[in-house]
């Protein structure tokens, strides 16, 4: 019995010919996607290293597209439901060998085929329930659990307390920022916005207080020079000295004199 031909295949696809690479180096990516949804899908694709993830990636994008424009579906229920590679034309052609030989240089093409449909109900349930457990879908950021962990965040933020029971309901943080969080990033920048003259009339009475310190020790060191002694003061004492040493040594010059006479 055969079975169902691929032009029979439901659900909205895309296609493209002529790729430059072998069907071989495409199956291999397209059997990473197959059967994942169109969101998963484009993840996968745009983290794996290949030639053939480009290529596949735009199909994936373009059947979407047609899914959404053409048949009226949401993008967000849709999974690789069917895709495959076949064979193109081959080119020929020849490269010189040794001894006046030939050898024949083969550069295949392929067809890339990308089939979407609606995920079924089990599948669509199934995502559904690991993104509220992963705290990403609308329902799952707008729980009794979700609003607890926010005014936790935002009372942790104020600076007010914070009970054991809000801190076990804190969700954890993930990679991707979510609206409560950018909510709480709005609040604490108008808080940061309120303090801010505050801070800005602080620092300016520390400098005024600096100011004032600065001017006083300058006074002290002013005054300070005033009473130090100046050389000009100084010069008398040092001429009398002088002087006093002349006078007493001419004295004790005219007492030898006389002594040296007498003698």
Excluded at 58 to 66: E, F, K, V
Excluded at 182 to 197: N, Q
Excluded at 240 to 248: I, K, L, N, P, Q
Aim: glycine content about 6%.
């Amino acid at each position: 019995m055969p079975g169902t031909k691929t032009n029979e295949i439901p659900g909205t696809r895309a296609q493209v010919r002529h790729v430059r690479m072998s069907a071989y180096k495409a199956r291999e990516v397209l059997d990473l996607i197959r059967g994942l949804p169109v969101g998963e899908a484009q993840e996968v694709l745009q983290f794996t290293e290949r030639a053939a993830s480009d290529v596949i990636s735009r199909c994936l994008a373009s059947a979407a597209a047609n899914a959404q424009h053409n048949d009226e579906l949401d993008p967000d229920t849709l999974y690789v439901s069917t895709c495959y590679a076949d064979e193109g034309p081959t080119l020929k052609r020849w490269r010189p060998r040794a001894r006046g030989r030939a050898t024949r240089i083969r550069k295949r093409m392929c067809h890339i085929t990308i089939i979407v449909s609606p995920m079924p109900p089990e599948m669509a349930a199934r995502i559904e329930a690991r993104q509220v457990a992963g705290g990403t879908s609308p329902a799952g950021r707008r729980g009794r659990r979700a609003q607890e962990s926010r005014r936790a965040r935002v009372a942790r933020s104020r600076g007010e307390a914070v009970t054991p029971a809000e801190l076990e309901d804190e969700e954890p943080t993930t990679g991707e920022p979510t609206d409560e969080m950018v909510e709480d990033a709005e609040a604490e920048l108008e808080e940061a916005a309120v303090e801010a003259p505050e801070a800005d009339e602080e620092v300016e009475d520390d400098a005024e207080a600096v100011e004032a310190e600065d001017d006083d020790e300058a006074t002290d060191e002013a005054a300070e020079g005033d009473e130090t002694p100046t050389d000009a003061d100084e010069s008398p004492d040092e001429d009398e000295s002088t002087d006093d040493r002349g006078v007493d040594s001419a004295a004790g010059g005219v007492a030898e004199g006389d002594a040296s006479t007498e003698a």
